[in-house]
């Protein structure tokens, strides 16, 4: 078998922990590239008015429990073996979106996606969450790259004290334009990729997306996984370890990821779910 060869895996690393995001480039083949184009293509078109103007701003949301090939995605195994170059050597894996931003599209609010914030693990520079996030497209500015704010998932910035009362539903129905969250910052970084590299980025991590002036689809699919989850505390565990759902997945797709199932024996309560980082985030 040939390994995938991670051009300077320490750097990549030290920037992931130290700045938020890294990317490894090629990690995904053609031929599965084209496997997700034709899958997201179909759940995508078959999507109602109303679920496209609920999530005008991301443009989609729509669970990768919708179909089996992202199970196979879950464990491909040269995004494994990035992770592994990069010191991740017992990732767990829980959930994940795809998400589309449709031709001529506004963008994408800024927000952070980490829910583990009343425990004092979420100030510390441990990664409690990755997003894994492969575009299908070439990205730029013009097609609604990503962009974050760097060193945000450790810092406090201005947008973490706006974002909190802004409403979600109504940020992603874009009911207006001229709100904060869509507006450029200082720190923010564009990350224009290739069709099937890989962006790697801590949850707590502030980003966004530019909107999609292009006439073309402009699909990416996140992956979340927990490259230490043995090491978080207990009750966050047992929120991880609860997050499992079946929808389209049958116990086959359970089984082929089965060695990234994130486990939680105890019956221990699960830490209790909060967007929003506290004070302690300076
Ligand atoms: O659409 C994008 O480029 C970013 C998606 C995103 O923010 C997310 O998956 O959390």
Redesign the pocket.
């Known amino acids: 078998m040939i390994v995938m060869r991670v051009e300077k895996p320490k750097e990549k690393y030290d920037r992931l922990i130290a700045d938020g995001y890294c990317v490894v480039e090629n990690v995904l083949k053609e031929e599965m590239l084209e496997r997700l184009r034709l899958v997201t293509d179909q759940l995508l078109d078959a999507q109602t008015e109303d679920e496209r103007a609920a999530h005008r701003s991301?443009?989609s949301m729509i669970s990768v429990y919708m179909h089996p090939l992202f199970a196979e995605l879950v464990v491909y195994p040269r995004a494994l073996q990035a992770l592994e170059a990069l010191g991740f050597l017992r990732p767990k894996w829980s959930s994940?979106?795809v998400?589309?931003?449709p031709p001529q599209s506004p963008p994408?609010f800024w927000?952070q996606?980490w829910w583990g914030w009343n425990d004092p693990c979420s100030y510390t520079a441990l990664p409690q969450q990755l997003?894994l996030?492969y575009?299908l497209v070439d990205?730029t500015p013009h097609n609604?790259?990503?962009r974050v704010i760097s060193g945000s998932h450790l810092n406090r910035h201005p947008l973490h004290d706006i974002l909190p009362s802004a409403h979600g539903e109504a940020l992603q129905r874009v009911d207006n334009p001229d709100h904060p969250a869509y507006q450029h910052f200082s720190g923010e970084v564009d990350i224009p990729v290739k069709a099937g590299d890989l962006v790697i980025g801590d949850?707590r991590l502030l980003?966004?997306?530019h909107g999609n002036q292009s006439d073309k689809r402009?699909t990416?699919i996140?992956l979340w996984y927990h490259p230490f989850f043995a090491l978080l505390p207990i009750g966050m565990q047992a929120h991880i370890g609860r997050l499992r759902q079946r929808l389209a997945w049958s116990e086959t797709d359970w089984k082929r990821i089965n060695e990234l199932v994130p486990v939680c024996e105890s019956n221990v309560e699960s830490l209790k779910w909060n967007r929003n980082p506290g004070p302690e985030l300076k």
Do not use: E, P, Q
Request: charged share 10%.
């Open positions: 991301s443009g994940g979106y998400i589309s931003k994408l927000h996606d997003f996030m575009y990205t609604g790259c990503l949850s980003h966004a997306s402009r990416v996140t």
